[in-house]
């Protein structure tokens, strides 16, 4: 212990400071005691006296640092400790508790209690080993693994929990003779091959993809013997989402109808002169850069005005029957003939004022002026009755 020398303790003693100076030797002041362990604990300082650490009876010290904690309270038991283990592991033996005085002047009363006890009525005996069991199969159908056999603890079997030294199995090696097969396994994936398409196309459901491959060689399976397939696909494909839209070229619409046959301020109307006519068509659809329809949208041609012109005409031949209506009931069914017009004799060419020789048209529906025929003068129609048809 180091020598004496003054301390300056600092200690509040019901509701005061007391200013303690000390030149005797002290002990180790603490200022708690573990009462389970009876150990000294929150270091306070040393050489201060043990009557000026116990002012506080919380507190606790020790007579040099080596020796026990000795608490300021007076001398009492602590509590018990829990009972230890039993002195044998079979049959009967004792068990032992302790407890620890606060004070080194001593308590009244024993500080160990012991009784008796028992873990198991019996001891264990231990047993001996049976034959081993035959060799188990190879682990492995080719090359070389390993094989097992196995013995029983029963020869005597072992009493109250005993066992028998070493192991119930024995591992061997074991080769089979056989040549393992290689079983494929695929290679890297190929590059992306291009794809089908430079452009999809508008409103289409069939969009451009593209492949890339790849090879069952990482191993290549055996042959001999006869090693598996790669599992899976060997081409892998993928949509091109990504191109432009296609360009759609554009496409003409229907001819418009001829317009008037005419010839200036000329009238030409059911006279065999020459007049002009045009018709028209739309270049529809062209998108995204697509090309026009090119060639012409406007179509010429000369013509006969033969508009509701009255002429000459004769009566057909009869027409082939007609449906039977209505489809039920009373019945019947009809054909006609009708007054055709007889376009006059004029010329189908005609040249042009570049002297070129064009086809000239007749234009315009005429009206046919036939003799009497049944009472009619342009259709002469004829009825008949169904024979055989169901009721309605």
Same mark, same amino acid.
């Not at 079997?157 to 396994?185: E, I, K, N, W």
């Not at 209506?325 to 376009?343: D, H, N």
């Given at each position: 212990m180091a020598a004496p020398f003054s301390l ?192 999809i196309k508008e409103d289409s459901r069939n ?30 494909? !993928? ?6 839209? /296609?360009?759609?070229? +554009?496409? #003409? $619409? &229907? *001819? %418009? =109808? @001829? ?41 010429? !041609? ?6 509701? /012109?009255?002429?000459? +005409?004769? #009566? $057909? &031949? *009869? %027409? =082939? @029957? ?71």
């Amino acid at each position: 212990m180091a020598a004496p020398f003054s301390l300056l303790w600092l200690l509040a003693v019901g509701g005061y400071v007391s200013l303690l100076l000390s030149v005797s030797e002290g002990v180790v002041c603490y200022s708690d005691f573990d009462e389970r362990s009876g150990g000294c604990t929150q270091y306070l300082g040393e050489g201060v006296s043990e009557g000026d650490c116990c002012l506080n009876i919380k507190y606790s010290f020790k007579r040099d640092p080596g020796a026990p904690c000795e608490s300021c309270r007076a001398a009492t038991w602590s509590v018990w400790s829990e009972w230890g283990p039993c002195s044998v592991s079979c049959l009967e033996g004792v068990e032992s508790r302790s407890r620890f005085c606060t004070r080194q002047e001593g308590c009244k009363g024993e500080r160990i209690q012991m009784r008796a006890c028992s873990y198991q009525d019996c001891c264990p005996q231990s047993g001996r080993w049976g034959e081993w069991s035959l060799w188990s199969p190879c682990s492995v159908t080719c090359a070389r693994g390993r094989r097992q056999r196995m013995r029983q603890c029963n020869n005597p079997a072992p009493l109250c929990g005993g066992s028998c030294a070493g192991s119930s199995a024995d591992l061997d090696d074991c080769d089979t003779q056989q040549v393992c097969p290689t079983h494929g396994a695929w290679g890297s994936w190929g590059p992306w091959n291009d794809c089908s398409a430079s452009c999809i196309k508008e409103d289409s459901r069939n969009v451009p993809v593209q492949s890339r491959l790849r090879i069952c060689n990482k191993p290549t399976p055996s042959s001999d013997p006869p090693g598996r397939l790669c599992e899976g696909t060997s081409e892998e494909r !993928r949509d091109c989402n990504s191109l432009p839209t /296609c360009p759609v070229n +554009g496409v #003409w $619409s &229907e *001819w %418009s =109808e @001829w317009s008037d046959c005419l010839l200036l301020d000329t009238r030409i109307k059911c006279d065999n002169k020459v007049g002009a006519q045009n018709r028209k068509r739309r270049c529809e659809g062209s998108a995204h850069g697509g090309d026009d329809c090119g060639s012409k949208y406007k179509e010429n !041609r000369y013509c006969y005005n033969f508009k509701r /012109c009255r002429l000459n +005409g004769s #009566w $057909s &031949e *009869w %027409s =082939e @029957w007609g449906l039977c209506t209505p489809t039920c009931g009373q019945s019947e069914r009809t054909r006609e003939r009708l007054c055709q017009p007889v376009y006059p004799n004029y010329p189908n060419t005609t040249v042009t004022q570049t002297q070129k020789t064009v086809d000239v048209f007749p234009w315009g529906v005429p009206i046919g002026r036939c003799e009497e025929l049944n009472g009619q003068l342009q259709r002469v129609p004829e009825k008949r009755e169904c024979k055989n048809v169901p009721k309605c």
